[in-house]
């Protein structure tokens, strides 16, 4: 069973930056994609980014291009998510999903394992 660990959240200021990480505990990284979520108060899960197993291919959410960037490092078995220009609406509980099918989508139906979530405050 992949288990899944977000790490890295907080409270940032806005305009200001955080980087997310999710750490595996799979043997490999390697036969997995990975797509990151999030939940505001209120309102259903949304996807923000995914990766391909190998890194060579990303897709983001409009809302955060730009912004945005995810990477993997498959060595350490680990994804990230580096955000910046950070915004109010940015605000949420984020969450890494896994799979090992690469559909390249933003859709939560796409990928089976799931990280217990971290939140994410963006406040002055």
Do not use: H
Not at 33 to 49: D, L, M, N, T
Not at 89 to 116: H, I, K, M, R, S
Request: aromatic share 12%; net charge neutral.
């Amino acid at each position: 069973q992949l288990q899944l660990v977000e790490s890295g959240g907080g409270l940032v200021q806005p305009g200001g930056s955080l980087r997310l990480s999710c750490k595996a505990s799979a043997f490999t990284l390697d036969y997995y994609a990975i797509g990151w979520f999030r939940q505001a108060p209120g309102k259903e899960r949304e996807g923000v980014s995914c990766i391909s197993r190998s890194g060579s291919t990303t897709n983001y959410a409009d809302s955060v291009k730009g912004r945005f960037t995810i990477s993997r490092d498959n060595a350490k078995k680990t994804v990230y998510l580096q955000m910046n220009s950070l915004k109010p609406e940015d605000t949420a509980v984020y969450y890494c999903a896994a799979d090992n099918n690469w559909a390249g989508t933003l859709f939560d139906g796409d990928y089976e394992y799931w990280g217990q979530g971290i939140q994410v405050t963006v406040s002055s």
